[in-house]
């Protein structure tokens, strides 16, 4: 049991920190997604953002989730609208991890459900010029 303050903070941290093993893990796997995307899309950058990013992540892994976004080729622009992008990379996703529980459409991202956390990989375009 904590006798100061100091060490009750110190506790409470420990608590909320993941691991080594998790955090190479998560640093494995979300490199192991955009890998899977860029094999089958043209994908022109691709970074990790959230809180994995800023190194803000806390325990328990299993209700975190990590944030891929994927700066695409205007190629692959699906004339059908953004659903029909989202699918394609659903199933892009589902051809390197088909036993992965769930792997959905979810929003604006395709969110991939592994046992131990969650994967949101949001696609999208370079615009020239800024947003409108």
Same mark, same amino acid.
Request: charged residues 25%; hydrophobic residues 35%; aromatic residues 8%.
């Given at each position: 049991?904590?006798?100061?303050?100091?060490?009750?903070?110190?506790?409470? %941290?420990?608590?909320?920190?993941? =691991? +080594?093993?998790?955090?190479?893990?998560?640093?494995?796997?979300?490199?192991? $997604?955009? +890998?899977?995307?860029s094999r %089958?899309?043209?994908?022109?950058?691709?970074? $990790? =953002?959230?809180?994995?990013?800023?190194?803000?992540?806390? #325990?328990? !892994? %299993? +209700?975190?989730?990590?944030? $891929? @976004?994927?700066?695409?080729?205007? #190629? *692959? @622009?699906?004339? +059908?609208?953004?659903?029909?992008?989202?699918?394609?990379?659903?199933?892009? !996703?589902? *051809?390197?991890?088909?036993?992965?529980? %769930?792997?959905?459409?979810? &929003?604006?991202?395709?969110?991939?459900? @592994?046992?131990?956390?969650?994967?949101?990989?949001?696609? &999208? @375009?370079?615009?020239? &010029? &800024?947003?409108?």
């Amino acid at each position: 049991m904590a006798t100061t303050v100091t060490e009750s903070f110190r506790g409470c %941290k420990s608590n909320l920190e993941i =691991t +080594d093993l998790q955090q190479t893990t998560v640093a494995n796997r979300q490199k192991s $997604v955009r +890998d899977a995307v860029s094999r %089958k899309m043209n994908v022109i950058d691709s970074f $990790v =953002t959230g809180s994995y990013k800023r190194h803000t992540m806390i #325990s328990p !892994l %299993k +209700d975190a989730d990590i944030d $891929v @976004f994927l700066i695409l080729n205007s #190629s *692959e @622009f699906a004339s +059908d609208g953004y659903t029909a992008l989202l699918d394609k990379v659903r199933a892009v !996703l589902l *051809e390197t991890y088909p036993s992965t529980p %769930k792997i959905s459409r979810n &929003g604006q991202a395709v969110t991939i459900t @592994f046992t131990d956390f969650v994967v949101d990989v949001v696609p &999208g @375009f370079h615009r020239k &010029g &800024g947003v409108t």
